[in-house]
Each structure stands twice: as structure tokens, then as C-alpha cells.
């Protein structure tokens, strides 16, 4: 059988039954009771859905069916059924169809559902990440989270990019925050000693290793041959920070870009958010609007408003003399050589431009030893996209190709040259200007819902003393 032949599904989805074409269609529908009610008159009136909808599905059991009294009564919320009957128009307001069923079998009976049909707290559902995606909340998430990985993928596959798979253990720090998860084989309650010092020697890598902050060196490497290249993938840091805004592990795309500047990249970044953020609009409409019903009255607004603005684009210095003469209070001081705080970059966005921002060059103190050091020997050729809400959104900067400057780089952040041998070839043989950024798949997600904690746009969270599911 070719793949062509293979039906992967033999069933309707709940989502191409309740369109008005599928009206006068004969389907076998599989999914979860949500809600069922009895008529005397009628029979039994079941909420059903499989996911592929934020709206469930009514299907009319007649009383007329032969297993009516032993499997219909016997169904409660959370059971998984297959029905099989017509397509008709509905009577009912609010929904075109409604499934008509002719045969109906109990695949899995459900015992007293903790998930009842009320409003459960975010934190509790969080308890039940087994259960919580069958929520409308969750669905929707699901659904959107999807939409941004389709879009991310099909926007640098039709740009000509390659998708590479960068290790998620590694033996360096890209970040140079060196708060990284250690990976090991050795026994920690016995460890090998060698000058009363734990023999890595002895360890399955022959060295100290952990899980990756990043793919962006790995990029490097296959964009030094391969011109532009993007990976995109789980990565982890293990920061005691236990707030709404992070998460120890999440998923990061890394485009990779040769022969390319920071202007460039900047041109990159505005384009791909654009994007992203118009096929979501475009292809999960009816989600977003539940989370503008719901969740934030203006996630539509604000998602439009992004793309349909030109981004404003200023230095670092620049955003730094605009704060200091806004006249605000601010919480964390705003002063030359300290990273912005997200209050800062929400003023700049949301109350002085009111659009989308990308700051560039950036002081070279307080930031990464590979950003390319720009010709006032003070900044280096760093941006950051701000969005209104969040604030950053991107990371990104040129990176420093001129052997020398990065060997001078490498020492002033206290980095042992030796160790990234491989990095530094790259810059000895066929060395080209190169630019890349990072953006978190969280992030996004968490920007375009409204949702208020991050850990609840990712389906299973990782954050301090939570590991579980």
C-alpha cells in the first residue's frame, strides 16, 4: 500500500463535523464526553470532543437504540465513545450541526471525573496535567502551541534554511552563565576522588558535562557551511527561579544566518514575528478568541497591532536617556551598563513608542563573549525585539568573526580559549560575518494567549521542586 492509501484516520473529526458542509455526511466520530443530559421525549444529548475543536459536538441518542438502556445510561463525563450516524442541521442555537447517531459504543467508562464542568484555579489544573488538556483552556493552547511550530518550521523551510538537531549535552557554556543541569553516569553517593576532587576522567564523557542553554555554537558550525541553517529544540537552565516567567526546560528556535549582519537580522526577526504571528490569527481564530473572551480582552489588539507596525528601532544608549527622562518611578534603576528590566522595556514599548521595539548595541559588559564588539570598543552588536506585555521576545546579536577580538573577548569573560579549539577554526578558515538569534517557543505562546504563568502554555512544566508527569 502506498502512502498515498493510507487512510490515518477512519474517523470524522469533531471539527469537520460542525462544519455546514458536512451536513448530509454519514460519520463515526470518536472523542470524550464532555456534558450529557437526558430528554424524555428525545433520548440522550452527549457534548462529545477529540481535541480538533474548541467547540464539542452534540450527538442525539436516540432511545430507539438497541444498548440505549445498558451502555447510554451508563455513560458519565470523561467517557471515550465512538458514534457512528448523519450529519444533520441543528435546531439548536449557536451550532450549525449536530450528529445523529445510529450506533454508539462505549470504548472506555470514566468513574467519578475530577474535572467536573465548573472553573478550576490554573493551579490546581496544573496538578492534573494528565487530564488538563481535555479542558477548553488547554485544548486551545494545544492548538496554538501547534500553529507556531507549523509556522516556524514552513517559515525557513520556504526561505531555503536547513533544519539541524544541535546535542542537548554539551561540555561548554554558550551563555556563559555557567548555571547549567550536570549530566553524569558516576555514582553521587560514591564518587571517584582524585585530589580530593571528583575524577571526571572516569565519566561517560571522560569530562564534565551538562544539558545545553543553547544550540547557537553548534548553529554556528553548520552555517559556516551551509549558510543558513536554523534548529529548533528543547534547552534547559537551571536557575532557582521559581516566578511566572520561567521554566528549567522550554523549547528555543536558533536561526543561523551566513554572510549576515545585525541590519540584516533585525530585517529577519521583524519579518518572521510578522509571520508567525499572521498564520496563527489567520489558521486558530476561533482559540484566539477565546482567549480575548476569557483569558485577556486584548490578545487580538495587540497581535494585529505587531503585525501590522513597523518596528521602532534605537541603541541601548538611546533607550537608556529616553527612561531616565520619563519621569517614572521605576523599581530597578535605570543606568548606563545595566541590562534592562522588563518594566523598562514595557515602558518603551506599551507608554513612549506604543509599538513593537528593537534595541540594539548593547553595553559589551553585559553581554556574551561571541557578540561581535562594535567600533567604540564599548558596545557590541547586540539586539532584542520588545513586544508590549512581555517585553523581550528575541535575543539575537552579529557574532564576532575576527580571530583576535574574539580571543580578547573569550579571556575578558575568563573562558579558556583551549576548550572551544573548534570554535575558534571557524574563524581561521573561511571566517564570515554571521548573525543569529534565539526565541523561546514559551514565550511566544505565553505573549499570544494572555495567559498569566508560563507554565501554563507548555504541557508539561519543569520548574524548581516540579517534575512531575
Not at 33 to 62: H, I, M
Not at 264 to 270: F, Q, R, T, V, W
Amino acid at each position: 500500500m502506498s502512502g498515498s492509501e493510507v487512510q490515518h484516520c477512519v474517523t470524522t473529526p469533531v471539527r469537520r463535523a460542525l462544519e455546514a458542509g458536512a451536513v448530509g455526511q454519514q460519520a463515526r466520530i470518536q472523542g470524550w464526553v464532555r456534558t450529557k443530559r437526558s430528554s424524555k421525549a428525545v433520548g440522550t444529548f452527549l457534548e462529545l470532543n477529540d481535541g480538533s475543536s474548541l467547540r464539542n459536538l452534540q450527538v442525539v441518542v436516540p432511545q430507539s437504540l438497541a444498548n440505549y438502556e445498558t451502555v447510554v445510561n451508563s455513560l458519565s463525563t470523561g467517557a471515550s465513545v465512538s458514534v457512528e450516524g448523519d450529519i444533520v442541521e441543528s435546531p439548536a442555537p449557536g451550532q450549525e450541526t449536530e450528529l445523529r447517531a445510529l450506533r454508539l459504543d462505549v470504548v472506555g467508562h470514566a468513574g467519578e471525573y475530577p474535572l467536573a464542568k465548573k472553573r478550576h484555579s490554573f493551579e490546581y489544573l496544573r496538578s492534573m496535567a494528565h487530564l488538563r488538556p481535555r479542558t477548553n483552556t488547554f485544548g486551545a493552547i494545544a492548538r496554538v502551541r501547534n500553529e507556531v511550530c507549523r509556522s516556524i518550521h514552513a517559515y525557513f523551510q520556504q526561505r531555503d534554511y536547513l533544519y539541524i538537531q544541535t546535542p542537548i549535552i554539551t561540555g561548554i557554556d554558550a551563555e556563559g552563565a555557567g548555571q547549567m543541569f550536570q549530566v553524569t553516569s558516576l555514582d553521587l553517593t560514591n564518587p571517584p576522588l582524585r585530589d580530593a576532587a571528583v575524577d571526571f576522567s572516569l565519566d561517560l564523557f571522560g569530562r564534565p558535562t551538562h544539558l545545553a542553554v543553547s544550540g547557537q555554537l553548534e548553529a554556528e558550525i553548520m552555517a559556516s557551511a551551509l549558510s543558513h541553517v536554523y534548529t529548533f529544540g528543547p534547552t534547559f537552565r537551571a536557575e532557582n527561579s521559581n516566578t511566572s516567567r520561567h521554566l528549567a526546560e522550554f523549547w528555543m528556535v536558533e536561526p543561523e544566518v551566513a554572510f549576515c549582519d545585525l541590519a540584516l537580522l533585525m530585517d529577519i526577526a521583524e519579518d518572521f514575528l510578522k509571520v508567525v504571528f499572521s498564520d496563527v490569527l489567520a489558521n486558530c481564530m476561533e482559540d484566539m478568541r477565546f482567549f480575548n473572551d476569557r483569558i485577556d480582552n486584548t490578545v487580538l489588539e495587540t497581535l494585529e497591532h505587531v503585525v501590522t507596525s513597523d518596528f521602532v528601532r534605537l541603541t541601548y544608549t538611546e533607550a537608556i536617556e529616553i527612561l531616565r527622562v520619563s519621569g517614572r518611578d521605576f523599581e530597578f534603576p535605570v543606568e548606563w551598563g545595566h541590562d534592562l528590566q522588563a518594566e523598562h522595556e514595557r515602558y518603551l514599548t506599551e507608554e513612549h513608542f506604543k509599538l513593537p521595539v528593537i534595541l540594539v548595541d548593547y553595553p559589551a559588559s553585559i553581554k556574551a563573549f561571541y557578540m561581535r564588539l562594535n567600533d567604540d570598543d564599548r558596545t557590541v552588536a547586540a539586539m532584542d525585539v520588545l513586544v508590549p506585555k512581555i517585553g523581550e521576545i528575541i535575543g539575537g546579536s552579529q557574532r564576532e568573526e575576527r580571530l583576535d577580538v574574539l580571543l580578547t573577548r573569550m579571556h575578558a569573560h575568563g573562558l579558556d580559549p583551549e576548550e572551544y579549539w573548534w570554535y575558534l577554526d571557524l574563524r581561521r578558515f573561511g571566517s564570515v560575518p554571521h548573525s543569529g538569534f534565539g526565541l523561546g517557543l514559551e514565550r511566544v505562546v505565553h505573549f499570544m494567549t494572555g495567559m498569566q504563568n508560563i507554565r501554563d502554555v507548555i504541557p508539561f512544566p519543569r520548574t524548581p521542586r516540579s517534575a512531575d508527569f
